[in-house]
């Protein structure tokens, strides 16, 4: 439900979680594309295509959102002056 209040609707899953989708309501399993994984390796095939990262396309209706470099959280630390 949180993946689709932030625009996700596409969710990789571990495949042992399969039997916890009968825990979210019919309505809103329509509307997410699960997609349910074994270990890193599926991940990988499925985030990666011809050795580059998979993007979604614009005009298809899932999409798979991936963080960029300007997008990563800034450390709160203040640097050490040595003196």
Same mark, same amino acid.
Request: glycine residues 2%; proline residues 4%.
């Given at each position: 439900? $949180?993946?689709?209040? /932030?625009? *996700? #609707?596409? !969710?990789?899953? %571990?495949?042992? #979680?399969?039997?916890?989708?009968?825990? +979210? %309501?019919? #309505?809103?399993?329509?509307? +997410?594309?699960? +997609?349910? !994984?074994?270990?890193?390796?599926?991940?990988? =095939? *499925? $985030? @990666?295509?011809?050795?580059? @990262? /998979? &993007? /979604?396309?614009?005009?298809? =209706?899932?999409? !798979?959102?991936? $963080? &960029?470099?300007?997008?990563?959280p800034k450390s709160t630390a203040k640097k050490s !002056? &040595?003196?």
């Open positions: 439900m $949180a993946a689709l209040r /932030a625009g *996700i #609707n596409t !969710v990789l899953a %571990p495949d042992r #979680n399969r039997k916890d989708l009968e825990d +979210i %309501p019919p #309505n809103l399993r329509k509307k +997410i594309k699960f +997609i349910f !994984v074994k270990d890193a390796r599926d991940v990988l =095939k *499925i $985030a @990666l295509k011809d050795g580059k @990262l /998979a &993007r /979604a396309k614009k005009d298809k =209706k899932t999409s !798979v959102k991936t $963080a &960029r470099k300007k997008d990563k !002056v &040595r003196r």
